[in-house]
């Protein structure tokens, strides 16, 4: 239990870094799948052989989590704690932990836009299939916030931890 004006140790403050970076972009992610989904389950519906396409750019927003994954693991090997280690870490290493963890968070939301982009891809490619290419790049472009948020939270961790 914390005494009156101490500051929480590096050990919660890594925990709830990564935290913060699976749960942020689960988020993100979860809202971009169900919005690219739900065009998916009406274009399956007009037609089955929709499905594989349709499959294809649902999946694109699952990335950002995964991202998130990769970083709240790097923080617990970082820090030990996949070891098992619980001793002192430093209030800075936590709160390296905490910055990472909402640079890829936060970034993951850049899922919503993704799954809105594939929606609509979903719709044009059930239209025309020779579409997809198109729709797949169209969607990626999202993507680039999340690398760029995954790019700064490895690098916060490998030269902040």
Do not use: H, W
């Amino acid at each position: 239990m914390l005494g009156r004006g101490e500051l929480m140790d590096g050990v919660s403050l890594a925990m709830i870094g990564a935290g913060l970076a699976i749960g942020i972009a689960a988020i993100g992610s979860g809202l971009g799948i169900g919005i690219a989904g739900a065009a998916a389950a009406g274009a399956v519906a007009e037609n089955k052989n929709n499905f594989k396409n349709s499959l294809i750019l649902e999946l694109l927003p699952q990335t950002q989590v995964i991202y998130g994954l990769i970083v709240a693991f790097l923080i617990l090997f970082f820090t030990g704690l996949f070891s098992g280690a619980t001793e002192v870490l430093p209030e800075k290493a936590g709160f390296v932990a905490i910055g990472a963890g909402l640079a890829v968070g936060l970034s993951g939301l850049s899922a919503i836009g993704q799954g809105i982009t594939c929606a609509g891809g979903i719709g044009a490619v059930s239209k025309d299939p020779s579409l997809l290419t198109q729709n797949i790049v169209f969607g990626a472009m999202s993507e680039i916030a999340a690398v760029f948020g995954l790019a700064v939270s490895i690098l916060m961790i490998l030269f902040g931890i």
